[in-house]
T-cell receptor, first 113, second 115 residues
Framework: NAGVTQTPKFRILKIGQSMTLQCTQD?????MYWYRQDPGMGLKLIYY???????DKGEVPNGYNVSRSTTEDFPLRLELAAPSQTSVYFC????????????FGQGTRLTVV | DAKTTQPNSMESNEEEPVHLPCNHS???????IHWYRQLPSQGPEYVIH???SNVNNRMASLAIAEDRKSSTLILHRATLRDAAVYYC????????????????FGQGTTLQVKP
């Protein structure tokens, strides 16, 4: 079982560049989430989606955009990368809104220089 | 979002039980108590969750206070592989219209296991 797959695993961006972090899940989960984790800190919610075509902001959405055109995919777009976006990004999915577990990907480590 | 309070760090000896506490005094009736852990350089993984009754699974046990204002994650025999950051999270299941299933992470408890 693949679960939640994130690509790429590592990326170095220059200031002002853009990129898309990919996240796909094969469990037919409606709920998907993007988090970032700075060194030594807990995870912060960036954006989430409760189904295809529905997205909403989390705790730290500035500088990011998302889309959810299919149940499987939930890409995170960084426009005009800044050093403050250097972080590890995790994608997660869940079958229900809290009655079951959430599954996390292995993360994308992004450095903006 | 209801908040939780956990100790920053704890130590345990290998093959001994570990009790990881969590306070959640503002818990609401529709909050489930979830525990996740994060091994070094990995994404978080689910450990256990419960609402009111104590819960057991192959990884751990969850003891929930009668007033639900606190809970304890119990690892029955700690191994070196259990060294991780453990997060206690309240997940509001609410209603379909009002809830998103968001997991809001705090700082967690860093568990060190000594051989």
């Amino acid at each position: 079982n693949a679960g939640v797959t994130q690509t790429p695993k590592f990326r170095i961006l220059k200031i002002g560049q853009s990129m898309t972090l990919q996240c796909t899940q094969d469990m037919n989960h409606n709920y998907m989430y993007w988090y970032r984790q700075d060194p030594g800190m807990g995870l912060k919610l960036i954006y989430y989606s409760v189904g295809a075509g529905i997205t909403d902001k989390g705790e730290v959405p500035n500088g990011y955009n998302v889309s959810r055109s299919t149940t499987e995919d939930f890409p995170l777009r960084l426009e005009l990368a800044a050093p403050s976006q250097t972080s590890v990004y995790f994608c997660a999915s869940s079958q229900s809104r809290g009655l079951t577990e959430a599954f996390f990907g292995q993360g994308t480590r992004l450095t903006v220089v | 979002d209801a908040k939780t309070t956990q100790p920053n760090s704890m130590e345990s000896n290998e093959e001994e039980p570990v009790h990881l506490p969590c306070n959640h005094s503002t818990i609401s009736g529709t909050d489930y108590i979830h525990w996740y852990r994060q091994l070094p350089s990995q994404g978080p993984e689910y450990v256990i969750h419960g609402l009111t009754s104590n819960v057991n699974n192959r990884m751990a046990s969850l003891a929930i206070a009668e007033d639900r204002k606190s809970s304890t994650l119990i690892l029955h025999r700690a191994t070196l592989r259990d060294a991780a950051v453990y997060y206690c999270i309240l997940r509001d299941v609410g209603t379909i219209a009002s809830n998103t299933g968001k997991l809001i992470f705090g700082q967690g408890t860093t568990l060190q296991v000594k051989p």
